[in-house]
Every structure is written in structure tokens, then in C-alpha cells.
């Protein structure tokens, strides 16, 4: 199949989002194997047979579209470049974020797709199987939750701000004491992907995580959260996303707009 337009590519997504939920929720009481990343970071059957599920449809439907996945990393598109290489059709899979909580039971994990298109994110999809919610955006629509329109926090008040945060790095201890002082409380729920796309309908009102985060990670959710009027950067207020950086090197800012300077500052160094 040639490409389509961005609705049809999200609608394929989103269905394909949903296959692999199915898949996630049908395998959560009993999964079989856990294997050790690193000290911190594991992965379970689970996640790759998530990930096979979604790589074999797109292979199907778009052979001629690379793939960059967490599990099994980078596959060229048939005669194309890297994936890595910012030209191009490339989808992004995580097919399980929070996989630590989906292993120990904790209900708060997601499946992420993304299509990125020459370097920049083009369609964004985040389904969360267990609430059976799945937020989704394309370049030039709205965000959506399940259909719906959605918009960040208007909250006025930095004060009354819930803020996903992770810090690390110099002075954390005093930063993060800092952006507490500010806001009213901070949270880390173990699946970066769909806590950045709570602030696409202000469930959170922002996200902040220094470092530790990959392209798939980020490249559905960060575009969702922009679509529903957030403004998503780096840490140093640059661009949330670039293709090339490598795995677990990425920091990222997302705020309501009133409220990103101030947040930037107060995560500084």
C-alpha cells in the first residue's frame, strides 16, 4: 500500500494501537518472562510480542515506511535510508511504556505510535488499554481524546499546577525544591509517554523530565500535547524532537503556554 493522507494513517494507527492494547491486556495477569535491561529498566515477552504485532502490520500495509522501535531498535525501509536519517516515512513503536508497572500490576501503562515524516512527528497516537482511552493528533489537526477535542490547562495560577516531574543532574535536589515550592504538587507515574500526553487535555497540567527519555518515548505524546495547545521544548527552550539523538539522551518540557518560561527557568541549572 502507498502512503495516505494523515487521517488515513492515523485511523491505521489508532486501529493497530487498539490490536496491541487487546494484546497488553489479555497477557497482563500472566506474564512469563522478565528480562533485565539494566539495573533499572526491564522488559517482558510482552513487550516484544507487542511489538512484532505492530511491525508486521506496517510492514504489510507500508513496506516502503522505515521503523525505529524500542525493542528491536532500527529496520530500513525497503531500498530507503535510516530510520535515524530524518528523511523519509518512519513509524516510532513503543509497544509497551511502563513496562515496570505493567509487570508488577500497577495499571498505568500505554501503547505509543508515531509517524514521523522527514524528520517530524506527522500522526500521534497513545492508547491506554486499561481505561480504554486513546489520545491522538495529527501535524495539522486538534488533539483528541477518543474523538473529542482537547486542550491543555488554562489554569492562571503557576501555584495550582500538578506537574509530572523527574529531575536529575547538578543541584537537583535544590531545582526540584524549587518547582515544588512553586506549584502545588508533583508526580511520577512510571510511563513517561502517556503522563506527557495527559497534558494534551490538562490532566497534568505539565510534564518535565530531565534526560533518561528516547525518540519513542516522546514522538506521539509530545505531538499530542503540542496539538492541544501546550508548549513542548527542550530543556534549553529548544525543539522537543530530533530523530538523530540516541536512546535515553533526551530531556523535555511540556506547559501551558503562560506558565513554560517560568517552569524552564526553575528546572535550570
Known sequence: MTSGSPSDDLAFAIQLAARAGRLLLDRSQRVER????????????????????????????????????????????????????????????????????????????CVSIALVEDGRPLVAVIHDPVRGETFA??????????????????????????????????????????????????????????ALAYVGNGRFDAFVQQGGLSAWDIAAAGLIAERGGATVTDLAGGPWFDIARGPKSIGILAAPPRHHPELLRLIGP
Do not use: C
Request: aromatic share 4%.
Open 137 to 194: 493528533a495529527t501535524a495539522a489537526g486538534p488533539a483528541t481524546l477518543d474523538g473529542e477535542s482537547i486542550a491543555t490547562s488554562g489554569k492562571e495560577q503557576l501555584s495550582d499546577l500538578v506537574v509530572s516531574m523527574a529531575l536529575s543532574g547538578r543541584n537537583v535536589n535544590a531545582r526540584s525544591r524549587a518547582v515544588r515550592k512553586a506549584i502545588r504538587v508533583s508526580r511520577s507515574m512510571g510511563s513517561a509517554a502517556l
Open 34 to 109: 522478565v528480562d533485565y535491561k539494566s539495573a533499572k529498566d526491564i522488559v517482558t515477552e510482552v513487550d516484544h510480542l507487542s511489538e512484532a504485532l505492530i511491525f508486521e502490520a506496517i510492514r504489510r500495509e507500508h513496506p516502503d515506511d522505515g521503523l525505529l522501535g524500542e525493542e528491536t531498535g532500527e529496520h530500513r525501509a525497503r531500498g530507503g535510508a535510516s530510520p535515524t536519517a530524518g528523511v523519509g516515512r518512519v513509524w516510532i513503536v513503543d509497544p509497551l511504556d511502563g513496562t515496570i508497572n505493567y509487570a508488577n500490576g500497577i495499571p498505568f501503562y
